[in-house]
C-alpha cells in the first residue's frame, strides 16, 4: 500500500481541486512518466533545452491557467492559486529542477506584472501565457547581484516621452526565451529612489543582447545586455518606490516555491535509495539490517514528512494574508530557508546509505544530490532568510495577539493579495498568533512534551539573556539564535498541520525526537560562539535536551520506510 504522505505518480489522484486542477496536475505526471526515466536522465545530463516540455505546458494551457490572476483572467478556470502552484512545484522537483526552474522564473517575471496597473502590459502578459511562452526577472547583475539600491541598468529620457536603457543583468533564467523581461533600472536624471523603474523588455528585440548561459544546465541562467533598448510609456510597470516595493514583493511570492520543489526532489530519491538499500546485500544481510542504516533513514523520512507539513500549512497562511495578517512574511522565508536546508539533510542522510550508488549516472539520485544544493542558495541566501526571520522573533514568542482560525484553504480561490501586498517594510509591526495551543493539543505525545521544555526555553532567554546592542551586529551569533527560533516556528506549522490532517503519532512522536536533537545541537553552537556571555553560556546547555526513546515506535516507523522499496520506480 503506498504511503499517503508522501507523492507517489502510481497513486497520485489530487482529487481535492478542482476537476480542470485535478486534469492539469495528473496530465504533467502522465508526460513525464510516458518519458520515462532514461529520457529524463539523459535530456538532463546532455544539458538540452527544455523545448518538449514547455510545448506540453503549451498545448495544456498549464502556465496560463495556474498563473493568470482572476482579474487578466481569460477563462474561468484562470487564477493565482498557491495550493495549486505548490502541487505543481512538487510534481516537477519530483521529475527534474530544471522543468521547475523555467516555471519559477516565468513566475517572478510576472510578479511586477500583476502588481502593475499598466492595463496594457497585462493584457499582453496574459496574452504571452496563453501563447504558452515564458517570462523573465531581470533584477540581478553581475556586479551588484540583488543588491537593487546599487543597479547599474540606466533609463535616459528619450524625445518620445519614454526611455533608452542600456546596461546588464546577470544570472536571468529564461533570459534566452522569454516574451517578456520583467526589468529593474534606474533613471538617469532622478536621483535616488524615486529614479527606481521597473520596465517589461522582449528578449527577441535587436536591441536586447544574449551574452551566454552562465551555469553548465538545461536551466538558461542568463546573462543579457541592452543597448539603447527603447522603452516606451506601456512598457513602463513600476517608477519609483514602487518599483523597489514590487521587487521584494515578486521575491515574496516566488521564494514560497522553492521549498516544494526540495519536497519533490527528496521523495524521488527516497524511493530508489529505500529501493536500493532493501535490495543490497552486504555481508550476507540487506544493508536495512544495520542499525545505524535503518536509523538515518527514518531520520531522513520524518524530516521529508516534516518539510511537507510545514509547507502545507504555511499555504494556509499566504492564502489567508490580507493588510492586517502579514504572519506569510515569517512563514515564508521558512518555507525557503528551513525547508529547503532539511531537503539537504534528508538527501545526505540517504547518500550515507547508498554510498557510490549515489553517483551512477542512471539513478534520479545523482541529479538529486546537485540539485538539492542549489534551493537554499536561490532567492537569498540561508543566512539573508535567517536574519530576516530574527526580525519577527520577539513579537512571535513573547507577544502573541488574537486571530481567527486559519483553515486549511484548497479551495478554488485566486490570491489576489500577492499582487497588492503594499510596502515593503514595517516588519517588526508584524504580530501572530499564540504559539503555545498547537504544543497543547499534543502535549501527550513524549518528543512534543520534550521539545515545548527548549521552546519555553527559548522564551526565557529572549526575555533575560537577549543579545545586547554589541551582539547585535555579530551576525554569526545572532544565526546561531535564529537557528533555534526557526526550529519552534517549523515544530509550530507542523503541529497545526498535524491535527489538521490527523497525522499518526508514532510519525508526530519519531519527527520531534529529530527536532529535539537539532535544538540541542544548534545549543552547543551558540555556547561556543566567541561572543557568547557565561549566562548565555548557561542558558544553551541547560536547553540541552535528549530525545524519549522508545523503540516499539521507532519499529513501527522503520515498517513504514521500509514499505517504501519497490513503491515507485519510473518506467525507463
Known amino acids: 500500500m503506498a504511503d499517503a504522505l508522501l507523492f507517489n505518480p502510481r497513486t497520485y489522484d489530487p482529487a481535492h481541486f478542482d476537476p480542470e486542477t485535478r486534469r492539469l496536475l495528473r496530465a504533467t505526471v502522465d508526460w513525464f512518466e510516458e518519458r520515462g526515466k532514461r529520457k529524463l536522465i539523459e535530456d538532463y545530463r546532455s544539458r538540452a533545452w527544455l523545448g518538449e516540455f514547455l510545448a506540453f505546458a503549451a498545448k495544456e494551457g498549464l502556465f496560463a491557467t495556474f498563473l493568470t490572476p482572476a482579474s487578466a483572467a481569460g477563462r474561468e478556470d484562470q487564477r493565482w492559486d498557491t495550493a495549486r502552484i505548490a502541487a505543481l512545484n512538487e510534481i516537477l522537483g519530483f521529475y527534474g529542477l530544471d522543468y521547475w526552474y523555467a516555471w519559477q522564473v516565468t513566475i517572478l517575471g510576472l510578479g511586477p506584472v500583476w502588481q502593475s496597473q499598466n492595463a496594457d502590459a497585462r493584457a499582453r502578459a496574459a496574452e504571452l501565457l496563453t501563447q504558452g511562452e515564458v517570462f523573465a526577472f531581470g533584477l540581478s547583475e553581475r556586479t551588484h547581484g540583488a543588491d537593487i539600491y546599487s543597479t ?99 521575491v515574496n511570492v516566488g521564494k514560497f516555491n522553492l521549498c516544494t520543489a526540495s519536497i519533490g526532489i527528496c521523495e524521488h530519491a527516497m524511493y530508489e535509495a529505500v529501493t536500493h538499500a532493501q535490495n543490497r546485500i552486504l555481508y550476507g544481510r540487506p544493508v536495512t539490517a544495520f542499525p545505524h542504516v535503518r536509523r538515518e533513514l527514518a531520520d531522513a523520512y520524518v524530516r521529508l514528512v516534516g518539510m511537507k507539513l510545514f509547507s502545507d500549512r504555511a499555504v494556509d497562511y499566504f492564502r489567508s494574508a490580507g493588510p492586517d495578517d502579514r504572519r506569510y512574511l515569517l512563514f515564508n522565508p521558512m518555507t525557503k530557508m528551513k525547508v529547503t536546508t532539511e531537503g539537504e539533510k534528508v538527501i545526505d542522510l540517504m547518500w550515507d546509505v547508498i554510498a557510490a550508488k549515489g553517483f551512477e549516472k542512471d539513478t534520479y539520485f545523482a541529479e538529486a544530490a546537485v540539485e538539492i544544493r542549489s534551493l537554499p542558495k536561490l532567492e537569498g541566501t540561508v543566512h539573508v532568510n535567517l536574519a530576516l526571520i530574527l526580525k519577527f522573533m520577539r513579537n512571535h514568542l513573547l507577544e502573541p495577539v488574537d486571530y481567527p482560525a486559519v483553515p486549511t484553504r484548497l479551495d478554488a480561490a485566486d490570491d489576489d ?134 523503540e516499539a515506535r521507532a519499529a513501527r516507523i522503520w515498517q513504514r520506510v521500509e514499505a517504501l522499496s519497490g513503491a515507485y520506480e519510473m518506467a525507463p
Request: contains cysteine.
Open 152 to 250: 547599474d541598468m540606466l533609463l535616459e529620457p528619450s524625445a518620445d516621452g519614454g526611455f533608452r536603457a542600456s546596461g546588464s543583468k546577470y544570472y536571468i533564467g529564461n533570459g534566452n526565451a522569454a516574451g517578456l523581461v520583467s526589468v529593474f533600472g534606474r533613471r538617469t536624471d532622478v536621483e535616488g529612489p524615486d529614479g527606481y523603474v521597473f520596465f517589461a523588455a522582449d528578449s527577441r528585440h535587436p536591441a536586447y543582447h544574449l551574452v551566454r548561459n552562465v551555469v553548465d544546465s538545461s536551466k538558461y541562467v542568463s546573462e543579457f545586455r541592452l543597448e539603447d533598448y527603447p522603452v516606451a510609456a506601456a512598457d513602463v510597470l513600476h517608477t519609483g518606490r514602487a518599483a523597489f516595493d514590487a521587487a521584494l514583493n515578486t
Open 417 to 550: 493579495f500577492l499582487f497588492r501586498q503594499g510596502p515593503a517594510r514595517g516588519l517588526g509591526s508584524v504580530r501572530f498568533h499564540d504559539w503555545r495551543p498547537a504544543f497543547d493539543a499534543y502535549a501527550d505525545v513524549a518528543n512534543v512534551a520534550r521539545f515545548r521544555e527548549q521552546a519555553d526555553a527559548l522564551c526565557e532567554f529572549v526575555a533575560t539573556t537577549a543579545p545586547d546592542e554589541e551582539q547585535s551586529r555579530d551576525l554569526d551569533f545572532l544565526l546561531s539564535v535564529g537557528q533555534l527560533f526557526a526550529l519552534v516556528v517549523h515544530a509550530q506549522l507542523i503541529l497545526e498541520q498535524a491535527r489538521l490532517t490527523d497525522l499518526d503519532p508514532d510519525v508526530l512522536d519519531e519527527l520531534f525526537s529529530v527536532l529535539v536533537r537539532d535544538f540541542s545541537g544548534h545549543a552547543v553552537e551558540l555556547h561556543g560562539k566567541d561572543s557568547a556571555t557565561e549566562a548565555q553560556q548557561a542558558w544553551a546547555l541547560g536547553a540541552v535536551r535528549r530525545p524519549v526513546v522508545d
